[in-house]
């Protein structure tokens, strides 16, 4: 008896822990959403949805209620596609109505009863801004701790520019973004802007010849007054307006290195790493490289989606190399499952991931519509991490990638799938996807007149068993007129690879 008492008692808690473990992220949803700018609404549908996530794996009916009603709210502000959370939340019986009710409900008694919560709408708006008295404290107090730390000041070349007083709106993306300076720091320099950066503000690559020139893109204005430093970290470091829109930050040696980036708020720090030369360089001591499994799709006796003399496995296999060159330029170690034309079982994929203990694995794929008009309209690039299934054409597209081996199957039995979904990596494996899904799109949707075909979850074979964050890329539909003229294309091909290293190359930045 004590004993069913106390397996209650455990049932009780873990109720009531669950319970409330959104309330949270749903409240600031409700009090934050309508009153904010288009950046922040992004940010709380991204909140939302990685709430989303995380319902779907704990099973958590009530939650995932609530989730997908305020999903529909903010997908429906933004402009987004929410027929699928529309449908899912219709399933589970019940509707978007109620949310509307309980958010007018809601306002007018927040109205009442709690002025001071006006407040905090307001100031969760403006995250950044600070009183003017505030500022001036701070940099006060930062002054000492620079000099500290002895970070030398660097020479400036005394261009007399008008200094842009700082912007208010920091995380505003549409707010012209201005390079205000540059510090020297170890390994590299530090820049510093007048708001926030993004991540896709920023295009990094490298040229070679006799000099090797690793190079920062970014879409700002230069108001710096450092154009150049040498025998710092690397030979010399150059840092110009490019054209219009562009401040180059050039990093130049003889002899191969990498630059790596960092973002944090208003700051980017660029370390050179790699072999620079021993006189000059600094080299970042216990980095471990990170292990990247690229991952053609098909190949031997499975060609994959098929019309015509087009077949995936060649394309991808392209792609994938493409990928790998990228990314080892960039200092990643890579492994591919396969750099021939010959067929691997899917679960041998993994395994060989999982085996070399990988940080990512990465499936590059070719996707085809069904065989009807329908069908024949579908088109552009997506990316998926694994998780269950959740709109038609996600389903078409695990479908047919699932077919690769039959035997596959009876070994993926449900369970198996099952014990794999582990909320850390569907979340990481999220963070992926979406960062190059944007790449992608960076390099290929206007040159290319590529779709956008989102970010999207399904239940792939390949990707069970990862035991790291592992996605699968399918860069364009064998089956559409548009498509297929372009992914055959050496020019494309090797775009669509950038993106995807632009995307994997922010993501490690930013979660290393
Ligand atoms: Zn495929």
């Known amino acids: 008896m004590v004993k069913m008492v106390r397996l209650f008692l455990v049932f009780f808690i873990v109720i009531f822990m669950n319970a409330g473990e959104f309330d949270k992220v749903f409240n600031n949803f409700d009090n934050t959403f309508s009153n904010s700018s288009t950046s922040i609404k992004k940010k709380l549908h991204k909140d939302i949805r990685d709430v989303y996530v995380k319902t779907s794996i704990d099973k958590n009916i009530q939650d995932k209620k609530e989730v997908l009603k305020r999903l529909i709210h903010s997908s429906k502000s933004l402009g987004y596609n929410y027929i699928g959370y529309e449908n899912e939340l219709k399933s589970l019986g019940d509707n978007y109505n109620s949310y509307l009710n309980y958010i007018s409900k809601k306002n007018i008694l927040d109205d009442v009863k709690k002025p001071v919560d006006k407040e905090k709408i307001l100031l969760s708006q403006k995250p950044t801004k600070k009183p003017d008295s505030l500022k001036k404290q701070q940099s006060v107090k930062k002054e000492p701790i620079a000099t500290?730390?002895?970070?030398?000041?660097?020479?400036?070349?005394?261009?007399?520019?008008?200094?842009?007083?700082?912007?208010?709106?920091?995380?505003?993306?549409?707010?012209?973004?201005m390079l205000l300076g540059v510090k020297k720091i170890s390994g590299g320099v530090e820049l510093?802007?007048?708001?926030?950066?993004?991540?896709?503000?920023?295009?990094?690559?490298?040229?070679?010849?006799?000099?090797?020139?690793?190079?920062?893109?970014?879409k700002a204005g230069n108001y710096s007054k450092v154009s150049k430093i040498e025998n710092h970290a690397v030979e010399e470091i150059?840092?110009?307006?490019?054209?219009?829109?562009?401040?180059?930050?050039?990093?130049?040696?003889?002899?191969?290195?990498?630059?790596?980036?960092?973002?944090k708020e208003n700051l980017i720090n660029i370390v050179a790493s790699g072999k620079a030369s021993a006189k000059t360089a600094t080299p970042k001591k216990n980095i471990k490289p990170k292990l990247i499994v690229i991952d053609p799709g098909h190949g031997g006796k499975d060609p994959g989606a098929t019309v015509g003399k087009l077949k995936e496995k060649d394309i991808a296999l392209k792609i994938a190399k493409n990928l790998g060159n990228e990314l080892s330029l960039r200092g990643y170690k890579i492994l591919y499952t396969?750099?021939?034309?010959?067929?691997?079982?899917?679960?041998?994929?993994?395994?060989?991931?999982?085996?070399?203990?990988?940080?990512?694995?990465?499936?590059?794929?070719?996707?085809?519509?069904?065989?009807?008009k329908k069908g024949k309209t579908l088109s552009g690039v997506e990316t998926f991490f694994l998780s269950p299934a959740r709109s038609e054409r996600s389903k078409n597209a695990a479908a047919?990638?699932?077919?690769?081996?039959?035997?596959?199957?009876?070994?993926f039995s449900k369970q198996t799938y099952l014990n794999f979904l582990n909320r850390e990596k569907i979340i990481a494996s999220n963070k992926v996807a979406i960062d190059v899904q944007k790449h992608m799109l960076n390099r290929v949707s206007k040159k290319y007149s590529m779709k956008d075909g989102g970010v999207r979850e399904a239940p792939f074979w390949v990707l069970v068993g990862a035991t790291m964050p592992a996605i699968l890329v399918e860069c364009g539909y064998v089956t559409n007129s548009h498509d297929s003229k372009v992914i055959v294309q050496s020019k494309y091909q090797k775009d669509v690879a950038l993106g995807i290293a632009d995307g994997i190359d922010i993501y490690f930045s930013k979660n290393r």
């Open 338 to 372: 396969r750099n021939t034309d010959k067929f691997i079982p899917l679960r041998s994929r993994t395994a060989f991931a999982n085996k070399k203990n990988a940080d990512l694995f990465v499936s590059i794929h070719m996707n085809a519509g069904p065989n009807t």
């Open 192 to 218: 510093k802007f007048n708001r926030t950066v993004d991540d896709s503000e920023i295009k990094k690559f490298a040229l070679k010849g006799n000099i090797y020139r690793n190079i920062l893109d970014i």
């Open 238 to 263: 150059r840092i110009a307006q490019f054209d219009k829109d562009t401040t180059r930050v050039v990093f130049s040696q003889k002899g191969k290195f990498n630059i790596s980036f960092s973002l």
């Open 148 to 177: 500290k730390k002895k970070e030398t000041p660097v020479k400036n070349n005394n261009t007399k520019k008008e200094l842009p007083s700082l912007d208010k709106k920091r995380s505003d993306k549409n707010s012209k973004l």
């Open 400 to 411: 047919l990638e699932n077919k690769g081996d039959i035997s596959d199957m009876n070994f």
